[in-house]
């Protein structure tokens, strides 16, 4: 049978063993033929939009238990960290890093972009299905164990300056919005302790992901850990290094104690 490659790739237990679900939505390596004879810039370049290999990073966590979505599909063909409705009009979208991506360092990436009928439509095969599948993940997670905690897995070039230089993790959580104060001290804490400098929100607070899904009113926190390329990949940040494997412990470790920080009993009401 052949896979479905615009489809998400559900990994680890058949049921939520954990109240853990991981998201990866940018490592996806699959590029249509469509993308071959609309792009105005080597498929190189196109390539730099990946969170490249990202979705290595989570296979210590899966193997505890996790439950994780990850991506099939390329960035370049339709970016699901982002609103499914893009009017052009928002900072990423701006700056060419809207639903579909548009600009890269400058460049224009495409002859003619995907016009009004293509978008929707890649909205209703790709992304649509990404997020009804974490949506359902954590709706089960949720139901096995009263709480549920999404973790948005990404990857980001070296900070060298400005918000967050020098760090190895970005931890987001839309400036307090989308996961319990607790969690992300939690995380920070135990990245510390593993000697990882951390940034919190800066320069990555976390996009549409964790915003949509992450409700903690609902017992449903969510964050985005953003890792340092250079740790897990080789010069040139194309191929896994031999760090790999380190960075894959330390994301299990963090998703460790962000469970444990969730597990917080749920607060009494008023009138008790």
């Known amino acids: 049978m052949t896979r479905d490659l615009f489809a998400p790739l559900r990994r680890g237990p058949a049921y939520a063993q954990t109240p853990l679900v991981i998201s ?87 002859r003619t972009p995907p016009d009004a009928d293509a978008r929707a439509a890649r909205v209703a095969v790709v992304h649509r299905p990404y997020h009804a599948a974490i949506a359902a993940a954590l709706a089960e997670a949720r139901a096995l164990h009263g709480f549920a905690l999404l973790i948005d897995c990404h990857s980001m070039p070296p900070i060298r300056r400005g918000p967050g230089a020098g ?13 319990d104060r607790m969690i992300i001290d939690a995380v920070a804490a135990a990245a510390q302790a593993r000697s990882l400098s951390v940034s919190r929100n800066a320069p990555y607070a976390g996009a549409y992901t964790i915003e949509h899904h992450g409700i903690p009113e609902r017992r449903c926190d969510a964050l985005q850990l953003e890792w340092d390329r250079s740790l897990y990949l080789r010069q040139g940040l194309r191929e896994p290094n031999a760090g790999i494997s380190a960075i894959a412990q330390h994301f299990a470790a963090l998703c460790r104690a962000a469970i444990a920080a969730a597990e917080r009993p749920p607060l009494l009401d008023a009138a008790e």
């Open 24 to 110: 990866v939505p940018h490592a996806g390596r699959f590029y249509p033929e469509e993308i071959a004879a609309a792009r105005a810039v080597p498929q190189r370049v196109i390539e730099e939009l990946e969170d490249r290999h990202a979705d290595l990073l989570i296979g210590a966590a899966v193997g505890e238990g996790a439950v994780a979505i990850v991506a099939q599909c390329a960035r370049a063909w339709i970016d699901l960290n982002r609103a499914p409705v893009d009017d052009g009009e928002g900072r990423h979208a701006r700056g060419g890093l809207g639903l579909i991506p548009t600009r890269l360092g400058g460049q224009l990436l495409w």
């Open 167 to 179: 760090a190895a993790l970005v931890i987001g959580d839309r400036h307090g919005r989308s996961a």
